[in-house]
């Protein structure tokens, strides 16, 4: 009877020693491993940190600014966690009356009715703004996409609306969208 007792005791104190072990193996968040600012300037790694979940490597591809003119005309930010995509974002200028048009029938999305032509789904948000002002007219394609990798932060939809609504504002301010 007491070696029963015993190998349950040993028994359990292996399975807390394995436990305690994939805690402190534990890949750290992939935010953390972020600059101040990322994607063009745009955002933080409190922004991202839900869409980039845990890792040990992050690489981002990205210009610095989003400065967009009728000679450079796109910009992307690729964030990507161990080698996987963890956040896409794009932003392109296109000539004013080209107009939007997104296969989004399938992904069951939703309006962002703070953003001109937003639009959310589970995995990502797209808006198309017309920019109209001193310069000449132009029109802005925005897509932002990501997994939201961790269960504490809620539904993925408001977050990426969040996301979408600073993204744009940030876009319009960078580009003269509207000045």
Do not use: H
């Not at 690489?59 to 990507?80: F, H, M, Q, W």
């Not at 953003?115 to 995995?123: A, C, I, L, M």
Request: hydrophobic share 40%; net charge negative.
């Amino acid at each position: 009877m007491m070696r029963a007792g015993v190998c349950r005791a040993l028994a359990g104190v292996l399975a807390g020693a394995l436990v305690l072990t994939g805690c402190a193996g534990e890949k750290p968040p992939a935010a953390s491993r972020l600059p101040q600012t990322t994607c063009f300037g745009a955002f933080t790694p409190a922004d991202l940190a839900p869409l980039l979940g845990r890792g040990d490597e992050v690489k981002v591809e990205s210009p610095a600014d989003l400065k967009l003119t009728a000679d450079r005309r796109g910009a992307t930010c690729n964030i990507y966690v161990d080698g996987k995509s963890g956040v896409l974002v794009t932003a392109e200028r296109q000539p004013l009356g080209q107009g939007f048009s997104w296969p989004l029938e399938q992904v069951n999305a939703d309006p962002i009715p703070s953003v001109e032509n937003g639009k959310v789904w589970d995995t990502g948000a797209a808006a198309g703004l017309s920019c109209k002002g001193a310069g000449d007219p132009f029109e802005l394609e925005l897509w932002l996409s990501g997994t939201v990798d961790d269960e504490k932060a809620g539904a993925p939809r408001p977050l990426l609306t969040g996301l979408m609504e600073k993204y744009a504002d940030y876009a319009k301010r960078q580009t003269g969208c509207g000045t």
